[in-house]
């Protein structure tokens, strides 16, 4: 199959060996290699999108051909040469996707040119990384910063809108289609007891305060690709989400993907905490890039950003698991369900040091708030 996918692309060789990349929760992925005709090894990364998650795969490739072809230009403009950008491989019809037909269904196919010297962590440990992905994140979120949304698809529906994912959460809580809502009574209180919290980000966004941004809206660890030799951050990747959101939710879900000190599917929940020094290490170097552009009310939100998306993430595997688990990969039965607690772990302690957070957040926020300035006149409050 990967062979006649290759074949439909631009490009010139002997596939010589598949690995599948297991890392996704929704897509799958496959590093291939390929043998040029001059006898060079060139790899691929080939993914079959899901079209139960992306029922629109062209509107989706479009927004990264958009976002990737923007993003090149800026980096050109800034003559950065050691950042990189994602390179959508087109068919040889000139598309940005194939389709083979798979078990009577329709499967569509994407490749992108495979990044060279790089490495990518599923959790992280070391404080370099952490500030390095929160950098990687802010710099993205920095260099679209005038990029035309109208131009952009939601490529899904009410992604972030946590209160949309609470509500579905109840009412599929009184469909119960598997019967599983009475095994999960503890972990639905828990989320109920946070209703409170479920609209403070989405009943503001869209205002000048909490304007709409690019963003990428799927920003944990492994999606930022970091030079072998330096550490250094280069390039952004898995920009199927990328659509107008806010950035806190890309803060929040930078946080919770980079400083929780278990996996996101650690069953000893002992082990689930927010380690703080490498939340400080992720907000100085998302702030770094992204200080002098954000409002004053989404600072005051940056802390319960980080609340919010891990509590809507415990829904969205809760319900998910609810469903009878039809959205994200599982690879044992109770996968969704240990997600969920992990995740109603991590929000109980991110709660015991939201205070500790939020004042930091105001710290770093001052250290950075200059960087890259020109005019001292500006507002502080700056969309440009
Ligand atoms: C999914 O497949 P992956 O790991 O890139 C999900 C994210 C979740 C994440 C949780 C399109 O991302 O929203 O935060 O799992 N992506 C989509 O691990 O739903
Ligand atoms: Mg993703």
């Keep these: 199959m990967i062979e006649e996918i290759i074949n439909k692309f631009n490009i010139d060789g002997k596939l010589i060996k598949i690995e599948p990349n297991n890392t996704g929760n929704i897509n799958s992925t496959y590093v291939v290699t390929v043998e040029t005709p001059s006898g ?14 992306f029922p629109e795969p062209y509107k989706l490739m479009k927004n990264i051909e958009n976002v990737t072809g923007y993003l090149k230009r800026q ?16 068919t040889k019809e000139g598309k940005s996707l194939c389709y083979v037909e798979e078990r009577e269904e329709r499967s569509y196919y ?41 131009r952009l698809t939601e490529t899904i529906k009410d992604f972030h809108s946590t209160d949309v994912r609470y509500k579905k959460l109840i009412d599929d809580i009184k469909i119960d289609s598997e019967g599983r809502a009475l095994e999960v009574a503890p972990e639905i209180v828990f989320i109920l007891m946070r209703e409170d919290i479920v609209s403070l980000i989405t009943s503001e966004l ?15 660890v492994n999606n930022v690709l970091m030079n072998k030799d330096t550490g250094d951050f280069l390039a952004v990747i898995d920009l199927d989400t990328v659509m107008p959101g806010s ?19 650690e069953t000893d929940l002992d082990k689930v905490h927010i380690d703080l020094e490498l939340f400080k290490k992720y907000t100085d170097g998302y702030l770094s890039e992204m200080a002098p552009y954000i409002t004053y009310e989404e600072l005051s939100l940056m802390g319960e950003s980080i609340r919010i998306i891990t509590l ?8 998910d698991y609810i469903n009878g688990d039809t959205y994200f990969k599982i690879k044992y039965e109770k996968h969704n369900l240990d997600r969920a607690r992990n995740q109603i772990a ?3 302690d991110i709660e015991r040091h939201l205070e500790y957070m939020n004042a930091y957040i105001y710290e770093s926020y001052k250290k950075y708030k200059d960087n890259g300035k020109k005019n001292k006149c500006r507002r502080l409050i700056n969309q440009n």
């Design 40 to 53: 060079d090894n060139c790899k691929y990364l080939v993914q079959k999108i899901n079209t139960n998650v």
């Design 75 to 90: 980096l050109m403009k800034e003559e950065d040469s050691t950042h990189q950008v994602l390179e959508v491989v087109k």
């Design 110 to 150: 994407r490749i992108y040119e495979y990044i060279d010297n790089a490495i990518s962590y599923d959790c992280s440990v070391d404080p370099e990384i952490v500030y390095n992905t929160g950098k990687a994140f802010g710099n993205f979120q920095k260099l679209l910063r005038n990029y035309p949304m109208s």
């Design 206 to 220: 869209g205002t000048d305060e909490v304007p709409y941004r690019v963003t990428h809206n799927d920003t944990k």
């Design 247 to 265: 950035m806190l939710f890309d803060y929040g879900d930078g946080i919770r993907s980079t400083s929780s000190t278990a996996f996101e599917d």
């Design 312 to 319: 809507e993430l415990a829904i969205r595997f809760l319900n």
């Design 346 to 348: 991590l929000v109980k």
